[in-house]
């Protein structure tokens, strides 16, 4: 099965450890290494824009790209777009503030069945209404 990753967890991913990791960040770098070595990983090109776009250092942006290079993008489609309209308004019906990327991942994600491991909270409210999957990786291996 392929998963989605948010940017949440790229974040954390691809994060310079200040201090000693927790057993949880741990633990995502680990599925996170192990979705990528497997192939496995859904990176849409948004996503990867986003990792880029928050790092200031041009060496680390070097080191980041070089990295997200070996997982090609999730090619998208006018179909998914649309999917992801329709799944902007179904959350504002419900009462749930959706930003336009979160609904283009949820759309992609119910096209490709994949699920999405995420940090985001936001995920959790959007899987109310949408058919979305989060993955758990905290409580099972992928």
């Known amino acids: 099965m392929r998963v989605l ?3 949440s967890v790229w974040s954390q991913f691809l994060r310079r450890p200040a201090s000693p990791a927790t057993p949880d960040q741990d633990r995502l770098r680990m599925v996170v290494a192990d979705l990528i070595a497997d192939g496995r990983v859904v990176l849409p090109g948004v996503v990867r824009q986003e990792i880029l776009s928050g790092i200031r250092d041009d060496a680390r942006f070097h080191k980041v790209k070089t990295v997200l290079r070996t997982i090609d993008d999730e090619p998208m489609t006018t179909e998914d777009f ?15 503030a959706p930003t336009f990327v979160d609904m283009t991942l949820c759309a992609l994600a119910i096209r490709l069945q994949a699920p999405i491991l995420t940090l985001d909270k936001d995920f959790a409210r959007y899987a109310t209404v949408l058919p979305i ?6 409580t099972r291996m992928p």
């Open 82 to 96: 649309e999917s992801a309209a329709a799944a902007f308004t179904t959350c504002r019906r419900a009462g749930i």
């Open 133 to 138: 999957q989060i993955h758990d990786c905290m």
């Open 5 to 7: 990753i948010d940017t």
